[in-house]
């Protein structure tokens, strides 16, 4: 467990209902790694997420932190993550550089740690003038680079990423990837990103989960999946591996 | 910077600028409220200055010509009253002639007004009073014509008595009322006193308290609602900060709204009353109402008092976690208020001590409701339906504590939906 920064174990989670999240997912995260939990919609992967960043609580099975139980250690875990929802906004009235104060703020533990979070808020969002503008005044790829840039910018142990470029056009999708990568490789943040953008997590990811029906049902790096099933590219695995069972 | 001030003040930094709050919550209704009081104040002024006027000139037609009826023709001048006399009328229509004459009030003395004064019988002045505007002002001008009647009747009586060598206090108040009012077992002199007070007690204290706990729990819903609606709540339960905490500034900053609205308005309300109404100075309150009703009745009313606001803002803090967007969070508070509101203006209007006391225990029962009921109950002499009214409302508190801790540190903070099976059908 010591190696992995995210450790599950048999992971399930049953909404009301009986509908099942997800159903036994096993997987390992070590630490300084982008780790990718690809699958169709409805697979697993945002009640994965939500799971580790203690928002929902598994039915049974085990997920662990940076060593901190998700349940019974939340407070703990929330110290070392930050996490970036899929569809997540911002305070439409403050100024981007308020809303990155506003974030720095419950992580600083001095005025000078704020002043260097900020600044590289301020780095990563690549906003530059734009921050001093109120959020409202944002398109939704300047609001997409500001909320990667507040997730990162406080160098988690652990950074939550669902679906970070969902819904961007290629220029934003480009520049928030590179942003994620450099500073995941400059700082040493280990990144849990999900995506069904196949082409994203073969250039993002050191190492990926295909989670389908709640289940992970292949891990290993790109290279390796994409070997080990004699194919082209991940899509291809991905295929081959879901196939017509997508629901 | 602490996490409380860090979300403290991004709370109010969005409430300021947002024009949408701002004007909802602030500016529509001080206008709507301000212009409200001040019309009705400026219309009921200028209603009262109308009858005035109008009441300064009057038409008399004197059928009468006796030593009385020019007696009343003069005393109407001496007191300032312009009085346009008819020698008779030819126009069958009165009101066509009073438009005439530019008067609104009519006298017709009769053929034996002299006649039956001097016979010591009781005359009578018929008169018209044109209604033409049907304003609240003219509907004053048949009390302003009767009391130009009775003015004179009074100064005849003055002048008989005098005459007669008759006392003036005995034929004025041949009998005096002295009144008092039993409340419980004790026996007061000053009714208007004890009413004032007991209305204050019973009846605006709680208001208040209730107005102010509505405004809070429908601010407190409504901003959690913003955070839902702004997509900022699932971030909000991954940082290191406690929910509570969260859930806390949010109902801080819905208190000190609420207090700061219920003074507002309050004060605008005072100053309306006070600007258009002048009570005489007897009625004002100089009693001690807990000298008036049952001394447990304090204790009780202020537990039942903190009790409601604790359970007030536990209950705001339930029913925002259930508020999806600003829709459902209106609807929420209105499902949930409504019958409380009803029920707390109940005592107001029943005579709660014919029911049975099964039923009064009922309505000691109801939720934030009961502070109203709990000086009426203690008057009545059941203290201890009152002092359940008091416990309830800290029990319920406790009830609600117990809830909303149980949402906030599990995942029904993020996944209760209120509205959820409605919207899925």
């Not at chain 2, 006391?357 to 339906?385: Q, R």
């Amino acid at each position: 467990m010591s190696e992995c920064i995210i450790e599950t174990r048999d992971l399930v989670k049953i909404y009301p209902g009986g509908v099942k999240g997800v159903d036994g997912a096993s997987f390992c995260v070590k630490k300084g790694e982008i780790f990718g939990l690809i699958g169709p919609n409805g697979a697993g992967k945002t009640t994965t997420l939500r799971i580790l960043a203690t928002i929902l609580q598994p039915t049974s099975g085990q997920a662990y932190v940076a060593g901190y139980d998700v349940v019974k250690q939340a407070s703990m875990v929330r110290k070392v993550i930050s996490y970036l929802p899929e569809d997540a906004g911002a305070y439409k009235y403050l100024t981007g550089l308020e809303f990155l104060e506003f974030i720095a703020n419950f992580y600083a533990r001095n005025e000078d740690e704020k002043i260097r979070i900020i600044r590289e808020g301020v780095a990563l969002s690549g906003l530059g003038d734009r921050l001093r503008d109120k959020i409202k005044t944002y398109s939704k790829g300047m609001l997409r680079r500001l909320l990667v840039a507040k997730t990162l910018m406080i160098r988690p142990t652990l950074a939550i990423l669902d679906e970070p470029t969902s819904g961007l056009d290629v220029v934003n999708a480009v520049m928030v990837r590179d942003a994620i990568r450099k500073y995941a490789y400059e700082k040493g943040v280990t990144i849990l990103l999900s995506s069904h953008n196949m082409l994203e997590v073969e250039y993002m990811c050191d190492r990926i989960a295909i989670i389908h029906k709640g289940r992970i049902i292949a891990e290993g790096s790109p290279r390796q999946l994409i070997e080990e099933h004699g194919v082209e590219n991940l899509e291809e695995v991905f295929v081959k591996l879901v196939g017509g069972g997508v629901r | 910077m602490s996490t409380f001030f860090n979300l403290l003040i991004k709370e109010l930094k969005s409430i300021v600028r947002d024009p949408k709050m701002l004007i909802a919550m602030f500016v529509v209704p001080l206008i709507m409220i301000g212009v409200m009081y001040g019309v009705m104040g400026a219309a009921m002024q200028e209603q009262v200055k109308q009858v005035v006027r109008e009441s300064k000139t009057v038409a008399i037609i004197n059928l009468d010509q006796g030593p009385w009826s020019q007696r009343f023709i003069d005393y109407l001048g001496s007191i300032g009253i312009n009085v346009k006399l008819i020698k008779d009328i030819s126009e069958t229509d009165i009101s066509d002639l009073m438009e005439r004459l530019g008067v609104k009030i009519f006298y017709v003395i009769p053929s034996n007004f002299s006649y039956a004064l001097t016979e010591n019988r009781t005359a009578v002045i018929e008169y018209y009073v044109l209604l033409k505007s049907l304003t609240l002002g003219e509907f004053g001008l048949g009390d302003s014509a009767e009391e130009l009647i009775n003015s004179f009747a009074e100064n005849i009586t003055k002048s008989i008595i005098t005459k007669e060598g008759v006392p003036k206090e005995f034929v004025e108040h041949p009998i005096n009322g002295s009144v008092r009012a039993i409340i419980g077992n004790k026996v007061f002199t000053r009714p208007e006193q004890v009413f004032m007070g007991v209305f204050m007690v019973s009846f605006i204290v709680p208001l208040v308290t209730f107005l102010m706990l509505i405004f809070i729990i429908q601010f407190a819903v409504t901003s959690m609602a913003v955070e839902k609606e702004e997509k900022m709540f699932e971030t909000l339960l991954t940082l290191p900060v406690n929910r509570l905490t969260i859930i806390g500034v949010k109902l801080l900053v819905s208190v000190i709204i609420g207090i700061a609205y219920v003074a507002i308005y309050g004060f605008i309300l005072i100053w309306f009353f006070i600007g258009s109404i002048t009570l005489p100075s007897e009625t004002a309150t100089s009693v001690n109402v807990f000298d008036i009703l049952p001394p447990v009745t304090a204790y009780y009313l202020g537990i039942g008092l903190i009790g409601a606001v604790i359970f007030g803002l536990l209950l705001a803090m339930v029913l925002s976690l259930f508020a999806e967007d600003v829709r459902t969070a209106q609807l929420i508070s209105n499902y949930a208020l409504m019958p409380l509101i009803f029920m707390f203006f109940v005592p107001m209007f029943i005579d709660i001590s014919g029911l049975s006391y099964t039923v009064k225990t009922v309505l000691s029962l109801i939720p934030l409701a009961n502070i109203g009921f709990i000086p009426k109950l203690s008057i009545l002499g059941h203290n201890e339906l009152a002092m359940f009214a008091g416990i309830s409302n800290i029990v319920y508190a406790a009830i609600a504590l117990v809830i909303a801790y149980r949402i906030v540190n599990t995942e029904k903070i993020f996944t209760a939906k209120f509205f959820k099976r409605i919207k899925k059908k």
